[in-house]
Every structure is written in structure tokens, then in C-alpha cells.
């Protein structure tokens, strides 16, 4: 059994984004194992357990992963996870990988792949990131993996992060600025851990491609639910996006109803639904699946990472 | 974090048992979190996700456990498994302990649990073993922790296979002989995969206790429904025992109804069911609870249990 503590070294953005995209269109066919994730609740946070099993990508276990907001003022990271691999035909435990940042990246990772699908132009794209932490940097270093990237705009709560953030991805035609003129672009990015609306229907222009990041439990929301009701909403899970995703609550306010989900994005990916026009309003709605981590932790291991072998059997 | 390869070579058997009563009655009492196990299919078998939090052990955590029947023919263990603790205020993994081994321990200190608390004798006790494989072994040893044991029968479906246990077990006296006189005694502890019934009604006497392990998934049995018709039962966990105990096919074909479960096993030590004569048979249906490996994992770490340090932050 291996033991990877920094599985994420040696990963190439593409072939994650590629992997993400395989495991989306697997699970879209029914051919993936893959139970709604288990939340166990713990003093200042909770836990999640992610089991799943993807035949043809022949990978197979477990993401465990916590989430406690109060970390960071203890020097730890809000969010960190271990994924198990068990060898399908034989249920043997192979390799234990660090989460944390493969969490990071195949959340990214599905950020990349919606906007290839769904957003109106791949090159000459105009973003914009509403937040301006380690979210929205792994959400633009994915999606510029595949899209050619013209003008960032980023948006945080603090001004400070949203100008730090900018001069670090001074790589790009980049700019801190305002809520409402960040809105404004071809591919909106929303990464924070609101639980009011920040982005105004107003804001958004025909045309706009929205992933929505940050809600992933119940509660949370970035999106003013009037842009659901004008959009075409997809989903990774409609099982997970009903209790914690961007349509979480407007669905338990009444506002907004599970039919009118217009898909999967792994629909999207096999064609069966998509982008009708220029003009539609088109939403992605992340919240997380166990077959992101297996697709990305298979990705890691294939990439050679370094590992120590533990003993075992 | 560390990793505990052989978490299993500082226990002590006595002190397993205490824990894991204290895990049984936590869950009785209310004070536990442990959704049901998630199960997802593999070729060849399955793996089971159990995720659990005991507040007043200050334990959480999870475990990931497979059985494929066919891997002893491959020359590998049936069921493999890792246990991950995490820090309950933070969420940080800190914990990864080879889990096989407990697993089979942690089941024979339900038993011995159950033994202690609904076998009409604790001296002078006449065991019958049903089964001589692993789980006949752990069962014999944690009950000899904490019951006089006067005389040992075992069956098994091959001859060879109850002598040799009978070998190895020869600081007891014990004797390999047939079905029906090893139910002739006050402990039956059944640990086969059978899915029929091997023990019979006639054969059991009154007053005799049955610890009923081998059932552990759809479609086991191992006793006469007759038995538990007549018997007073005390099971795990009622969510769990219905689709994968011992009453699982009795209740399937309508024999068995859940209501006639007397309690949990946790309801027995805490004193709100139990032995009500020395006439009464009394039936324990074991299937195994998250709360029980996660307390068996703290005791193999505050025994010392050597372990390898593994970079995580």
C-alpha cells in the first residue's frame, strides 16, 4: 500500500481536467457506483465520507473529507481529505492519498470542464471571479488550461485579497474591481462561502456562463435566484445540488423547483443537452462528486507521484 | 498522522471488551453519530463505508472494509480493512490503522460482551462453537477474558477443520464433535456464511444463550427461525440487523417481524432489557457497528500500538 503526501506535484492541468470530464460522462451513462455522500456532524464542523466505484476507469473507494470554518484561526486549512483506493476486484486497500489540494483541483477541474461546454466562447474569454481565494486560483488555472483567457476581473469581500490575487495571476490582463462590473463578462466564477445572494440578476448580461462553486451544503448561496429562474440550471448530482448547492435554498424557500433543472453536466458532456443560443443565460451548479476525487487521485498515481509504501497485508 | 500497520499487538483483550461495551451502550443511550453503512458493489464483492462519532470517547472517524468471498483463492484475506480517526474539533486526520485484524477482534468482544450480560452463568460455562475458522478464534478468546470457561464443543462443515482448532485450542477442553451436541451447551456462537439454517430448534436447550455472528449481509442465516421465534432477541443495531443480521431472511419471508426484537444490545447493559430466567433462550444478532471499530482503534492507539509517521499537513 503507497502513501502520498503530496499526490498534486507532478499532476498536468489538462489531463485532470480531461480525467474530470471522463468521470462526469460515466456517471451520466449509470456506470458508475456512487451512493449520496454521508455528512457525520462533529463540534465546529462536520465530516463527509464519499465512496464510489467507476468500472471503466477501474478505480474504486473512498474520499473522507471534514469541513470546519473556524481552522484557519487555529493554523489549519478549513477543508482537508484523504482518499482510499481499493483494488476493485480484490477490495484491497493500494494507496492512501493526501486530499486537500486534489479537493482543490478536481473542483477546478469541473469548473474547466462546464465552461468548455457550456461557455459561449473558448477563446478570448472575459472572467470573472467573485471571491478571490484558493478556489477561484484553481477555478482560473483549470478553466486557462483549456480556455484562452483575454481579461480577468476579481471581486472579493476585501479589497485587499481581490488586488493580492491579481498581482498574483499578473500573468494575465487582470483587475480588482467591483461586484457588479466583475459580473460582467463572458464566464462568471463564484467561489465564496456566502449564505446571501451577491450577484444581482441585473449584473448579468445575455450570453453569461455562471459556475457557481462556493454553495456545497445547506444554507450557502451566491446567486440572486431571479438568475436561476431566467437561466439554464445544470447540475453535477440533482441529489446532492437539492440539499446543499447553488439551488439549495431557493429550493426551500419555494422560489425554485428541482424540474427545472435542465441536466447533468455530464449530459452536457455526452451532447444531450447544452447551450441553445448566444443569448441564454447557462448555469453550473458544483457541489462535488466521490468519482472527481477517484478520476483525479487515478490521474495522481498515473502521474508517477512520489509515495511510501506502508505496510499492509 | 500515523499509520498503525499492526495496531492489534499491544491489546488487551479485557480492556477491548470494556470498550467495546462502552461503544454499545454510548449508541443505546443516544450519544453516538453512525449513519447506516454505505455499500457499493464491486466484481467479486463489495465494500462497506462506516462512518461514526462517539463524543464521549472523543473518537471519529471511519472505516473502510471489503469482503470478496473468492480471495482466499487468490491467497488473500476475505475482508481487508483501514480504520481513519480524525480529530473531532479540527477534522484533521491524524490516525490510519490496518483494520483486519481489529475487525475480527472488535466482533469477538461483541460477543463476549453479549456473553457477560445474557449467558445464565459466567463460570463453569459450557461453549459451543458453530464455525472453526477466524471468527470461531476471536469469539473462544474474548469470552475466555471474561467468562469462566468450563468446556468447549466446535463443528465444522470439514471434520479436519474442527480437530485442528481443537489442537490449537487444547489449553481449554474442548472436542471436535457433531452439530447437534455442540448446541447441547449454555453459549452458542455461530460464525459461518451459511445461508441456511444449520442449527435446529430441537437441538437448543432452554436456557442457552446464542451469539449469532455469521450473518452479516442479505440472504445469511445460520439458525432454525423457529429458534428465534421462541428466543428472546437483542441485536446491534435494528436498522441494520433487518436487511443483514440474523433475521434478515426470517423477516424477508415474513417468519420474523422487527418488532419482536427485545432491544438492543446496548439496552441490555444499560439495564432497560435483559435475562429474565434461567430458562429463557436468548439470542444476540451481531452485524458489526461503525461505534465498535472506532473504539477498538483507541484502544490499540492508547495501548502504544507501534507506528510509522506519515507527512499530511
Redesign the interface.
Known amino acids: 500500500m503507497q502513501?502520498y503526501?503530496?499526490p498534486e506535484v507532478s499532476l498536468d492541468l489538462s489531463r485532470v481536467n480531461e480525467a474530470i470530464e471522463a468521470a462526469f460522462a460515466a456517471f451520466a451513462r449509470g456506470e458508475t457506483?456512487m451512493?449520496p455522500k454521508?455528512?457525520?456532524?462533529?463540534?465546529?464542523?462536520?465530516?463527509r465520507?464519499m465512496?464510489?466505484?467507476i468500472?471503466a476507469l477501474g478505480l474504486?473507494?473512498?474520499k473522507?473529507v471534514?469541513?470546519?470554518p473556524g481552522?484557519p484561526g487555529?493554523g489549519?486549512?478549513t477543508v482537508?481529505a484523504?482518499i482510499?483506493l481499493?483494488d476493485?476486484?480484490?477490495?484491497?486497500?493500494y494507496a492512501?492519498l493526501?486530499g486537500t489540494t486534489l479537493t482543490d483541483l478536481r473542483t477546478g477541474a469541473a469548473g474547466a470542464v462546464a465552461a468548455r461546454h457550456l461557455c459561449r466562447r473558448q477563446d478570448g474569454v472575459e472572467i470573472g471571479l467573485v471571491g478571490a481565494g484558493r478556489q477561484a486560483e484553481t477555478q482560473l488555472e483549470a478553466t486557462a488550461a483549456w480556455l484562452g483567457i483575454e481579461r480577468v476581473r476579481v471581486w472579493s469581500r476585501r479589497e485587499a485579497t481581490a488586488e493580492a490575487f491579481a498581482r498574483r495571476f499578473s500573468r494575465f490582463e487582470i483587475a480588482a474591481t467591483s461586484l457588479e462590473l466583475t459580473a460582467d463578462c463572458d464566464l462568471l466564477v463564484t467561489t465564496t462561502p456566502s449564505r446571501e445572494p451577491l450577484v444581482q440578476d441585473a449584473w448579468i448580461a445575455d450570453g453569461t456562463h455562471i459556475n457557481a462553486i462556493g454553495a456545497d451544503a445547506a444554507g450557502k448561496q451566491e446567486l440572486d435566484p431571479a438568475i436561476l429562474l431566467r437561466a439554464s440550471v445544470y447540475v453535477d448530482d440533482p441529489r446532492q445540488a437539492v440539499h446543499s448547492g447553488e439551488i439549495n435554498v431557493p429550493i426551500a424557500s419555494g422560489l425554485y423547483s428541482v424540474d427545472r433543472v435542465a441536466g447533468t453536466i455530464g449530459d452536457v458532456i455526452l451532447g444531450r443537452a447544452g447551450r441553445r443560443s448566444d443569448d441564454e443565460v447557462t448555469v453550473f451548479d458544483s457541489t462535488g462528486l466521490a468519482v472527481q476525487d477517484l478520476a483525479i487521485a487515478g490521474v495522481a498515481i498515473a502521474a508517477g507521484s512520489p509515495a511510501?509504501e506502508?505496510?499492509?497485508?
Open positions: 502513501y503526501a503530496r457506483e451512493p454521508v455528512y457525520v456532524t462533529l463540534p465546529g464542523g462536520d465530516f465520507t465512496p464510489a466505484y468500472p474504486a473507494g473512498v473522507i471534514n469541513v470546519h481552522n487555529r489549519l486549512e482537508m484523504l482510499v481499493l476493485p476486484p480484490t477490495g484491497t486497500p492512501i493526501n511510501v506502508l505496510e499492509f497485508l
